[in-house]
C-alpha cells in the first residue's frame, strides 16, 4: 500500500522507533497516571491518555482493554509505595522505625499521582469494572502487610498477642485516609503527629521489653529546664 496515507507499522503498533511493547506500555501507563492524577477517572476518556502518551486509541487496546484496566494498573505502577521501598533498600531496619519514618510523612502533602488511590477507591464505588480489581489490589496489599507485621512480631518488636491482619489493616487505613483528609482540608503540627505515632508504637510493642520514648514536646521541656 503507498500513498499519502500510508503510515510505519510504528505508527499502528504505538510503538517509537527502538522501542519495545514493554516501553509502549510502560509509556502508557506514566501518561494514565498523570492524566487520572489531573482530571480524575469520569472526566478521563481513553483517548485522552492515548494522546498524552502520543500513540492512537487502537495501539492502547492493544496493550489494555478497558479504562478500568488502566487504572488499577497505573495505580499498581505508580501509586505511592513507600513502606516497601524502605523495606526493600534497608531490609536490616527495624520494621517498627520505618512505619514511624512513613507514617510522619502522611499527614504532608504528596505528588499528584499519589492521589490515585483517590481516584480509585471513588471509582471502585460506581464501577463494577474497577472494584473487582481494586479488591485484588487492597487485599495483596493488605497482605503484604500483615506479613511485615508477622516478622515484626517475630523479631520481638511487636506484641505477639496482636492479630496481624488487624495491624496490617490498621496501616492499610492510615495510608489510603491520608489521601482522602489532605493537609488543606486539615493540618497538625509535625511534632503533635510524631508524638501520637511514637505513643502507638510504643503500645504495640511485647509488654516490658522497651521503656515509653520521651515525646517531641516532652523533649524540648526538658531540654528548657
Not at 4 to 26: D, H, I, K, Y
Amino acid at each position: 500500500m503507498t500513498g499519502s496515507n500510508e503510515r510505519p507499522l510504528n505508527f499502528l503498533v504505538g510503538r517509537r522507533a527502538g522501542e519495545t511493547a514493554v516501553q509502549t506500555r510502560e509509556r502508557l501507563l506514566a501518561a494514565a497516571a498523570d492524566v487520572f492524577a489531573e482530571r480524575g477517572y469520569d472526566g478521563t476518556r481513553v483517548a485522552d491518555i492515548a494522546a498524552a502518551a502520543g500513540v492512537s486509541n487502537g495501539a492502547l487496546y492493544a496493550h489494555f482493554g478497558s479504562k478500568a484496566e488502566l487504572l488499577v494498573t497505573a495505580l499498581r505502577a505508580h501509586g505511592q509505595r513507600q513502606l516497601s521501598d524502605l523495606v526493600t533498600a534497608d531490609p536490616g531496619r527495624p520494621i517498627t522505625k520505618s512505619l514511624l519514618a512513613v507514617g510522619r510523612g502522611l499527614r504532608r502533602g504528596r505528588e499528584s499521582r499519589g492521589y490515585l488511590i483517590v481516584e480509585a477507591l471513588v471509582a471502585a464505588r460506581r464501577d463494577k469494572d474497577v472494584a473487582g480489581p481494586m479488591r485484588e489490589l487492597t487485599a495483596e496489599r493488605a497482605d503484604w502487610l500483615t506479613g511485615l507485621m508477622r516478622t515484626a512480631q517475630a523479631g520481638g518488636e511487636i506484641d505477639a498477642a496482636l492479630s496481624p491482619a488487624a495491624l496490617g489493616h490498621f496501616c492499610l487505613l492510615l495510608a489510603m485516609g491520608s489521601a482522602l483528609v489532605t493537609p488543606d482540608l486539615h493540618g497538625i503540627g509535625d511534632a503533635e503527629w510524631a508524638d501520637l505515632l511514637t505513643r502507638i508504637t510504643t503500645a504495640l510493642a511485647p509488654p516490658g521489653t522497651a521503656a515509653q520514648p520521651a515525646t517531641a514536646a516532652q523533649s524540648a521541656t526538658s531540654k528548657e529546664g
